[in-house]
């Protein structure tokens, strides 16, 4: 257990001479990395504060409250993955940036759109359908 939080959680950083190949290690960078995590981390909150929104309106509106519970099942289950994906691009970059490499985090901005995406047409498509009704 220590290994592991002293490679994953907690890694000591050689800091070496500027150009030095696979030495140099920048501080801002890593700060740059723990910011982005933190803004999916803020892009969950969001999400799941949008499904409790949903829920209350649909209850407010005497709507059929299943659709509005399963749309903020739904909200918030798209901010459990979107946390999971920036956990995961958080930990894979980190180890790159120690291996003296760096990988761009693509996976992670199309799983993020998609499942945002996913969510406004699930929203869109429930409430249009309610309004037919």
């Known amino acids: 257990m ?22 140099h290690h920048d501080s801002r960078d890593y700060l740059a990395l723990e ?7 803020r892009t969950a909150n969001a999400l799941t504060l949008f499904g409790v929104a949903l829920v209350q309106l649909f209850r407010l509106k005497n ?3 299943t659709a509005g519970v399963v749309l903020g099942a739904v ?9 999971l994906a920036g956990g995961r ?5 980190q180890k790159k940036l120690i291996e003296g490499r760096m990988v761009t985090g693509w996976t992670t901005i199309w ?4 499942v945002i995406l ?16």
């Open 2 to 23: 220590q290994t592991w939080w002293a490679d994953n959680i907690q890694p000591t950083i050689a800091h070496g001479a500027n150009g030095s190949p696979g030495h």
């Open 35 to 41: 910011r982005t995590y933190l803004a999916h981390v």
């Open 63 to 65: 709507a059929e409250s």
């Open 75 to 83: 909200t918030a289950g798209g901010g459990i993955v979107i946390v």
């Open 89 to 93: 691009r958080y930990f894979l970059l």
């Open 111 to 114: 799983i993020d759109g998609t």
């Open 118 to 133: 996913g969510i406004i047409l699930a929203v869109l498509v429930v409430i249009l359908v309610g309004a037919s009704e």
